[in-house]
């Protein structure tokens, strides 16, 4: 809960980018790799693990509830899973730091579980409403005390056996989702979430990876209906966890905006339902191609080499949005420099992240020198016409690591520097987001 000190940074313009860079693991396949590990008897193997403050939580809350999970030195994650069933019960609050993901798959865990688990996290986190996991998972019989307007710190108490249910999502979202699979592995029976619009698969994908009987069917509607069978038996997993699509779209903007750029972009996750944020940026002319497609951990992986090209205004299709959810910021530093003005709907989740990514963002491009309105779901650009950004200005992260990484990539098209107040909450999602940059520079 406690957070470090802040760190300002300051990006100035230091001309083309170029050279090879890898994006750290995934971060939504590194949870859900160490949490199915942790419920599966035997030893799991997993590659690739992103090592970002978030996944971490994971895996200590993992460890709290019984789970002996390994970094070797040769940086494979090894992981002794407790059994479906058998997680324990923690001694202590488990600190959910900066993550959303984290707090919210976890409680389904133990929702199901014959525990009881006090959920923290930092300030950011502890402004996030946890009402949308709440709902399912007292339906399936949870006890759930928390703090007002449904945040944390709550307390969950498991009830074992859970009892299974069929939940309609209210709001796309992988998170709730994948909360109430979660929670579904350990109830008898069948346990059904219907997702009337399509969010990020990867718990689906990997809970039948892992052995567990699932399907997938369209319904008449066109809504995904997954069926899971409860009281699942894990088998444990070799898993090489993917490049993160999200981490690389910072690079992919990077190198779009900043004239006589050519950067490839190593082993970048493309599951469709994570890689929407290419297909905008094509659509406003980026430079964007794939190489060496193939497939790892089961998902569809490329490395996108991402030349500089003029960008030119392009309103992204509110369809797209749960695609390339955490990607809006970036996108918006895009918007922002290109030919003409970009409407963007149908993003009002993003007010409900880190920190509501609308407002901060629109703070943060109108100081430094871009015209744009605020929407009650989404934000009107004027684009600068590949004009850099006058810049020389102070920019506030709000303990938002997307934040943060957008402005670090708008500094690199300014005509005078722009700080940023803390950079720290980069570690996050992307440790060595600033050095990977640095080596681009040079
Ligand atoms: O399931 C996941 O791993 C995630 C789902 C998304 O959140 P929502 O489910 O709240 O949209 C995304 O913003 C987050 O970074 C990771
Ligand atoms: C929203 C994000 O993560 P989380 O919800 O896990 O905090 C993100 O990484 O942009």
Redesign the pocket.
């Known amino acids: 809960m406690t957070h470090p000190a802040p760190q300002p940074r300051v990006i100035s313009a230091p001309g083309p980018l170029r050279g090879t860079v890898r994006v750290p693991g995934d ?1 939504s396949i590194s949870h859900r790799a160490l949490m199915l590990s942790a419920l599966a008897v035997g030893e799991s193997r997993i590659e690739g693990l992103l090592e970002g403050e ?1 996944v971490l939580a994971t895996a200590a809350a993992m460890r709290a509830m019984g789970a002996d999970i390994m970094r070797g030195g040769d940086g494979v994650w090894r992981v002794h899973g407790v059994g479906v069933g058998g997680l324990l019960q923690p001694e202590s609050a488990l600190d959910m730091g ?5 707090t919210r798959l976890l409680m389904g865990l133990v929702a199901s579980h014959p525990i009881t688990a006090t959920f923290i996290g930092d300030a950011s ?1 502890s402004k996030r409403p946890m009402g949308r996991v709440i709902d399912p998972l007292a339906t399936m019989g949870a006890d759930i005390t928390a703090s007002p307007g449904g945040r944390l710190p709550l307390m969950v108490r498991g009830l074992c056996p859970a009892v299974p249910i069929s939940y309609r999502l209210p709001v796309a979202s992988a ?1 709730v989702k994948s909360a109430v699979l979660l929670a579904g592995v350990n109830a008898p029976g069948i346990t059904r979430v219907i997702e009337p619009v399509a969010t990020r698969d990867h718990s689906e994908r990997m809970l039948a990876g892992f052995g567990a009987d699932l399907s997938v069917e369209i319904d008449e509607e066109g809504a995904r209906v997954i069926s899971l069978v409860g009281e699942a038996e894990l088998k444990p997993q070799q898993i090489a966890v993917p490049g993160d699509p ?1 981490s690389a779209a910072f690079f992919a903007v990077a190198a779009s905006i900043v004239p006589g750029s050519e950067v490839r972009i190593a082993n970048v996750g493309l599951n469709p339902t994570r890689s929407g944020v290419f297909t905008a940026l094509r659509a406003m002319g980026a430079d964007i191609e794939e190489v060496d497609a193939r497939s790892v951990g089961g998902e569809p992986v490329a490395d996108l080499i991402v030349r500089h090209a003029p960008l030119v205004a392009a309103d992204p299709d509110p369809a797209l949005a749960p695609s390339m959810i ?1 990607e809006y910021p970036v996108l918006f530093v895009a918007a922002a420099l290109a030919r003409g003005r970009t409407e963007i709907r149908g993003i009002e989740e993003l007010r409900v ?2 920190s509501d990514r609308i407002a901060t963002m629109a703070e943060g491009l109108r100081a430094i020198g871009v015209a744009c309105e605020e929407l009650p779901d989404g934000l009107i650009i004027e684009g600068r016409d590949g004009d850099g950004f006058p810049g020389d200005a102070q920019v506030a992260s709000k303990l938002d ?2 934040i943060a990484m957008s402005f670090a990539v708008a500094g690199l098209h300014a005509a005078k520097p722009i700080s940023i107040d803390d950079a720290a909450p980069v570690a ?2 992307f440790p060595d987001f600033f050095e990977l940059l640095a080596h681009l520079q040079n």
């Open positions: 971060k978030d900066n993550s959303g993901t984290s986190l998170q999200s955490d992240k880190e690591h997307r996050t999602s």
